[in-house]
């Protein structure tokens, strides 16, 4: 059992288990959905005891919260942004902005769909979503590394010329640096 | 002596202080959780987030004094706790001495300070300008606190007439008292500069994650970060027993270590929690102010009086 190639070593069961209980939250708020940020992280709903925690650099995070409409200028800081966050790392699109536009939808300098730039692992509906929503998403998040689906990183490294195209059609003057894995 | 057996023991002391410190981190949160009318996370988080970060795949630096800066960090903990006894007495694990010798209180003095030069050079290379206000800020609130921290300890000196840490603890153990009944203006300069030294608020001038984002971490992923954790963890464990070892007359058990550090703890914690943070010239003035103050009445104490 310990020793079938299939079945999962010791090690990794440990690692899993502190990486779904340990979230660094990096969260984007641009958006309106920020103010939703303080009350799902103080004393009224508390997320810090399922282990998430805010930080304050890419660098240092895993998990990317996008709250809300991205215009084609913050999209540029959230694909550096993403670009630095180390590996392995997770993508919560926040409120209905990301996923279809939202009421943004015919605006002129938003995007629409939030999966087509960088991968997303986990969707949040509403406009805004409430703290309880919020918490729900961060379990689902939870519950899919435990299932070992929640590889956006991978996707991406998978499909980055995809998502290139993609983000140049929207960002003209292209002058960041590669990817650095 | 087999030197195996003191390489054994001097494991062993390492694992106790990271397992300590870990756990005294978890219990900081929580208690910073129950005092904000919060849950808070379970008393093992830490672990995980060390876990967490030493697991991550990838690690991106930016040059050799990047990569060699954690690691400095985690020497001069583990060479600052490899001179401290833990226990009064012979040593808290059967065959461990530790590396004392007579004067050693002012080489820690001096390897105390090494750690945070070597994660100043670490975060230097970084580049990022946070990184190097948090270093300039960090350094300058270092020169407020190091004064009255060498004043009550130089006070203890000149009291005592030794500069070895078993020596203060032999003192104290023979006369039968703590050093903080002794020389009292010393102990509350040293709690008072030990505010400083934890970075706790309204001393957590160098990281202020909301204006400086983190300061001279801010750079640091993955496993440097996990580096830069643990080595705390030792550290803070390290700050507590010295204090421990020279006012208030060593530890005989486990136990009661626990006991006495775990209460010294609670003042910067407490204070912290409470406080919000003071600018860097604020901090400075403060402790150029009273703690330097008191440092200077225990000196005068040591000489004159006793």
Redesign the interface.
């Given at each position: 059992m310990i020793n079938d190639k299939n079945s999962k070593k010791i090690v990794d069961i440990?690692?899993d288990?502190?990486?779904r209980?340990?979230l660094?939250v990096l969260a984007y708020g641009t958006g309106c959905g920020a103010i939703e940020i303080p009350p799902t992280m103080?004393?009224r709903y508390?997320a810090?005891?399922f282990?998430i925690?805010?930080?304050?650099?890419?660098?240092?995070a895993?998990l990317l919260l996008i709250t809300g409409y991205l215009a084609s200028k913050t999209l540029k800081r959230v694909i550096r942004a993403y670009e630095?966050?180390?590996?392995?790392k997770y993508v919560i699109g926040f409120g209905s902005c990301t996923i279809n536009g939202g009421m943004y939808w015919d605006s002129y300098n938003t995007i629409k769909i939030l999966s087509d730039y960088i991968p997303v692992d986990v969707y949040i509906n509403g406009c805004m979503p409430r703290p309880e929503a919020v918490i729900t998403g961060f379990i689902e998040l939870q519950n899919l590394i435990k299932e070992g689906k929640a590889n956006g990183a991978q996707k991406y490294k998978e499909n980055l010329e995809w998502y290139r195209e993609n983000q140049k059609k929207v960002i003209k003057d292209w002058k960041m640096p590669d990817y650095?894995? | 002596m087999n030197i195996w057996i003191t390489i054994l023991g001097f494991l062993a002391t390492v694992f106790l202080a990271f397992v300590v410190g870990v756990f005294y981190g978890g219990f900081v949160?929580k208690i910073t959780?129950r005092v904000?009318?919060?849950?808070?996370?379970?008393v093992y988080?830490n672990?995980?987030?060390i876990?967490?970060l030493y697991?991550?795949?990838?690690?991106?630096n930016h040059g050799w004094m990047q990569h060699l800066g954690p690691a400095f960090a985690i020497t001069a903990s583990v060479t600052s706790l490899m001179f401290i006894p833990i226990l009064n007495g012979t040593g808290w694990f059967p065959w461990f001495e530790n590396l004392n010798f007579k004067g050693d209180l002012i080489f820690l003095l001096y390897m105390m300070v090494f750690g945070s030069l070597g994660m100043a050079l670490g975060a230097g290379q970084t580049g990022n300008p946070?990184s190097a206000i948090g270093v300039s800020r960090g350094l300058s609130q270092m020169v407020g606190y190091e004064i009255p921290w060498v004043l009550a300890l130089v006070a203890l000196m000149l009291q005592t007439k030794t500069t070895s840490l078993t020596g203060l603890l032999d003192y104290q153990v023979s006369n039968g008292t703590w050093m903080m009944f002794e020389s009292p203006f010393a102990f509350v300069a040293a709690v008072l500069a030990m505010l400083g030294m934890f970075h706790y608020a309204p001393f957590d001038v160098p990281f202020a994650?909301a204006e400086l984002?983190?300061g001279p971490?801010?750079?640091?992923?993955?496993k440097y970060?996990a580096l830069m954790m643990s080595s705390g963890s030792i550290f803070s464990f390290v700050k507590l027993v010295l204090i421990v070892d020279v006012f208030m007359g060593g530890a005989s058990n486990l136990i009661m270590l626990v006991v006495k550090t775990f209460a010294l703890y609670m003042i910067p914690v407490l204070y912290g929690i409470v406080s919000p943070r003071y600018r860097t010239e604020q901090s400075i003035r403060y402790f150029w102010g009273w703690p330097t103050f008191i440092g200077i009445l225990g000196v005068i104490y040591a000489v004159f009086v006793r």
């Open positions: 440990i690692q288990f502190s990486r209980h340990s660094f103080t004393s508390d810090e005891r282990g925690r805010g930080m304050a650099t890419p660098r240092q895993d630095q966050m180390q590996d392995p650095n894995w | 949160r959780a904000q009318n919060r849950v808070g996370p379970p988080q672990f995980l987030d876990v967490k697991s991550k795949k990838t690690a991106i946070n994650p984002s983190s971490a801010s750079e640091f992923g993955g970060l």
